[in-house]
């Protein structure tokens, strides 16, 4: 992960301030690519948990997905 400030970085610092946590994660997601991104605040210590709940995340979101998908497959799935 590239290290200094990006362009969620103040975002990202307001939530990890206002939940209290040593760390936090925001992924922000828009069809204009440049509106798009994410921005980690987490001491090096929790790289590795940040991974595991990121995968855990994707697991959720795929098994939603396919769940919503099988219920009414010509429905758009919102998450």
Same mark, same amino acid.
């Given at each position: 992960?590239? %290290?200094?400030?990006?362009? *969620?970085?103040?975002? $990202?610092?307001?939530?990890?301030? #206002? =939940?209290? &946590? ?10 204009? %690519?440049?509106?798009?991104? *994410?921005?980690?605040? $987490?001491?090096?210590?929790?790289? #590795? =948990?940040? &991974? ?28």
């Amino acid at each position: 992960m590239p %290290a200094g400030p990006g362009k *969620f970085d103040l975002l $990202c610092t307001y939530v990890r301030e #206002k =939940a209290g &946590a040593e760390g936090a994660a925001i992924v922000v997601i828009d069809t204009d %690519a440049t509106n798009a991104g *994410f921005s980690v605040q $987490c001491p090096r210590a929790l790289y #590795k =948990a940040l &991974a595991s709940v990121f995968r855990h995340v994707a697991t959720e979101i795929e098994r939603e997905a396919e769940a919503r998908a099988a219920d009414d497959p010509d429905t758009p799935t919102a998450l």
